[in-house]
């Protein structure tokens, strides 16, 4: 295990250091070369904030860990609470009302119909890989979709000129059985299409997004692709030789792990020496209760998690492979981020699809993590993915919305370095954009981007993305919040309702420890007055508004 993994990272450090320009391999079909910078875009699904090495886990990742070691890494990484809003809000620029995904599947006002809950792209903004796609970028996407069934709601009606999606919010990993009636749907460009039954999802997207690059990587064109991995997703399934990676690693508990995670974060120097670990959440049982056997299906849970995140990083080493092996590795930017807080649900043992999940799939000791099994390892191991944090995916405090991100390659100046300026997951389509020389349209019929541009930070032009005057807003399945500077107003729990907002200074209360909404009664009067004019501005469409 240590000995693969190392022989990996070696491999791709020295071939960062000695890899050569993409000029000669992509020889232009024009008589003017197109020297626009590649983009790979790589998204972890439901990947803790504390998950990689590079963060501080004993995971092993060394490829992605690589990539921080080459360019930057961010500890003040925000997202949207859940999966959808999160891609919507990153192939738009904006907000998820504004985008269509207010809600997520059930999650929300489902079947209201107002602006904001389409539960896909809506019409009100446009997706940057369209404009990219006609501005001369090739486009690909694999994996996870999330954003519509109908082919009007489709990654090539977004803009991919290749694709190859899990349509669904989640599926299984070894077939198309998924977790409710009918199972899983895909789309290969504009055809649904089956999925290729007995091989792991996160080895066919990696295999489809470099089948999609070499189709085209002699044309001159650049590229932008979007590997969507549906990994480490539940259910906690991977192949046989990595079942037993992590045995034993997690014996001491959840607890324990929670604790140990802060403490290593620190050492990392991913949060500062004197942060303080948020109060344990009391809805989760404490690890000394459990029986033995209890903490034996625990444990082994953490291991399988464990593992898909250790396989993860093998893929994504894969792809730097390849771009090195080309030649093109020189010329591509390169993202790595989650897309919100590590995952709480547990579809086996509750939640609208239980039967159909029991009568397929058998979570018997022995069958957890195989293609048979339908594991998830629960709020208990999620809150120690979220440990500087409180609460985890579905919340709007930061364990929900804070993720791990990373950027490397073509138009970053610095290498190895931690930043802890604020940055959103809208940051990102103005980013890429600018980078390709393509314009959002600046007219009427759109709603205008509301990320910031992120390239003139990367090459070290200036020190900050956003100002303290810079204001985050987001509603979501009955919680929301809204953010400006260091100031923080959030409801913890649903259904919504004003009186129940907190405010923190995340300056020195990250953890959202301390409600200083009667101490400072003048910053929580003008932070729920910005939240009103925030609301109707955005169009934020609340149940006790119907």
């Not at 022989?7 to 626009?36: H, K, M, W, Y």
């Not at 957890?368 to 120690?384: I, L």
């Amino acid at each position: 295990m240590n000995i693969r993994k190392s022989q990996v990272l070696i491999f791709i450090l020295v071939g960062l250091v000695t890899g050569c320009s993409n000029s000669g391999d992509n020889a232009s079909t024009t008589s003017e070369p197109d020297n626009r910078p590649n983009i790979l875009l790589i998204v972890a699904d439901d990947l803790g904030y504390a998950d990689l090495g590079v963060y501080g886990s004993k995971i092993q990742t060394p490829n992605i860990d690589g990539l921080a070691a080459q360019g930057m890494l961010f500890t003040q990484f925000h997202t949207a609470p859940m999966c959808a809003p999160t891609r919507a809000m990153l192939l738009s620029g904006n907000n998820n009302h504004v985008a269509g995904m207010a809600r997520q599947g059930t999650i929300g006002l489902a079947g209201v119909p107002f602006e904001g809950y389409e539960a896909s792209l809506s019409d009100r903004i446009v997706p940057f890989p369209r404009l990219l796609n006609n501005a001369g970028y090739h486009t690909y996407s694999v994996g996870k979709w999330h954003l519509g069934l109908e082919p009007e709601n489709s990654p090539n009606a977004a803009g991919f000129s290749r694709s190859f999606n899990l349509l669904d919010g989640a599926g299984t990993h070894f077939d198309a059985v998924g977790f409710f009636e009918g199972g899983s749907t895909y789309r290969l460009d504009e055809d649904l299409t089956e999925y290729p039954v007995g091989r792991y999802s996160t080895e066919v997207y990696t295999d489809q997004l470099i089948e999609f690059i070499e189709e085209n990587k002699n044309d001159g064109k650049p590229f932008f692709a979007f590997a969507a991995y549906t990994s480490p997703h539940w259910p906690l399934q991977v192949p046989a030789e990595y079942l037993n990676l992590y045995a034993g690693f997690f014996d001491d508990g959840y607890d324990a792990l929670r604790e140990r995670r802060f403490e290593s974060l620190k050492q990392a120097g991913i949060i500062p020496p004197e942060s303080v670990l948020p109060p344990r959440n009391e809805e989760v049982t404490p690890w000394s209760d459990l029986t033995a056997e209890q903490q034996r299906h625990e444990s082994r849970k953490m291991e399988l998690y464990a593992a898909m995140v250790d396989n993860l990083d093998d893929h994504v080493g894969r792809l730097i492979d390849y771009l090195n092996a080309n030649g093109l590795y020189d010329n591509t930017l390169i993202v790595f981020m989650s897309d919100n807080g590590a995952a709480a649900e547990d579809f086996y043992n509750s939640g609208p699809f239980v039967e159909y999940v029991q009568e397929n799939f058998d979570n018997s000791y022995e069958k957890m993590g195989t293609a048979e099994s339908f594991v998830s390892y629960g709020p208990q191991w999620a809150e120690a993915g979220s440990a500087p944090f409180q609460r985890h995916k579905g919340y709007t405090r930061e364990g929900g919305i804070v993720a791990p991100m990373i950027i490397a390659g073509a138009g970053v100046a610095a290498s190895g370095v931690i930043d802890r300026n604020y940055l959103t997951v809208m940051d990102f389509a103005p980013t890429f954009l600018e980078i390709a020389g393509a314009h959002y349209p600046d007219d009427e019929s759109v709603n205008s981007i509301l990320g910031e541009s992120i390239n003139r930070f990367l090459a070290g032009e200036t020190d900050t993305v956003h100002d303290d005057d810079y204001v985050t807003t987001l509603f979501h399945g009955g919680r929301a919040y809204l953010r400006q500077g260091r100031w923080k107003i959030s409801t913890l729990e649903s259904p919504f309702d004003e009186e129940f907002f907190e405010l923190h200074d995340l300056s020195v209360d990250p953890g959202e420890a301390n409600n200083l909404a009667e101490v400072e009664p003048e910053k929580f009067d003008e932070m729920i007055e910005l939240w009103r004019e925030q609301r109707d501005e955005l169009g934020i469409i609340l149940p006790e508004d119907l």
